[in-house]
């Protein structure tokens, strides 16, 4: 035991730093802070353009979505990857349907993402479901149906809520 060396402690040293960006865009920091009535105003107009492209490019999403749904029915051995395919679109798409205007296609894409995220036993009855949640996103785009939709907007809930349940009763 003579002969081992004593090894000198660590020193462990913690910093805290303070958070200068979020006082200054809280206002917190003493000076001015906050953002320009000028950069949100030019913040809201982009936003209000790129709401206007919103639906054809959700299109381009729907009609991806369409296609993994026919390889569901194509090739039953491969489902659990389309599926995964079908889960990845659909979680992408919840996040920004209310932010364009469209909060129906977030519903809609949350059920959908929701749903396949189960990765096994697929059978026909899911992959009907997949359907139609495509079909409901459709008539959303298609119509341009904003908001909450109204009438319209109810009808799609119900249509598909129905589609639920039949799945859930078989």
Not at 3 to 20: D, G, L, S, W
Not at 44 to 62: C, R
Request: proline content about 3%; aromatic content about 8%; overall charge positive.
């Amino acid at each position: 035991m003579a002969n081992e060396e004593k090894k000198a402690p660590t020193i462990v040293r913690f910093y805290r730093f303070r958070n200068r960006l979020k006082e200054k865009t809280h206002g917190l920091g003493g000076g001015k802070g906050g953002i320009s009535p000028e950069a949100m105003e030019k913040a809201e107009k982009a936003l209000e353009t790129l709401s206007e492209d919103y639906p054809d490019w959700v299109s381009g999403l729907i009609t991806k979505l369409a296609e993994q749904h026919v390889r569901c029915v194509d090739t039953p051995e491969d489902r659990k990857d389309f599926f995964e395919e079908i889960h990845r679109i659909a979680h992408d798409m919840k996040g920004q349907g209310g932010t364009f205007g469209y909060p129906l296609i977030t519903s809609f894409a949350d059920s959908l993402s929701n749903f396949t995220s189960i990765k096994t036993d697929i059978d026909d009855k899911m992959v009907e479901l997949v359907k139609s949640h495509v079909d409901a996103m459709r008539a959303v785009i298609k119509g341009r149906v904003k908001g909450e939709g109204g009438e319209i907007g109810q009808q799609l809930r119900k249509s598909l809520q129905k589609a639920i349940e039949t799945y859930k009763k078989s």
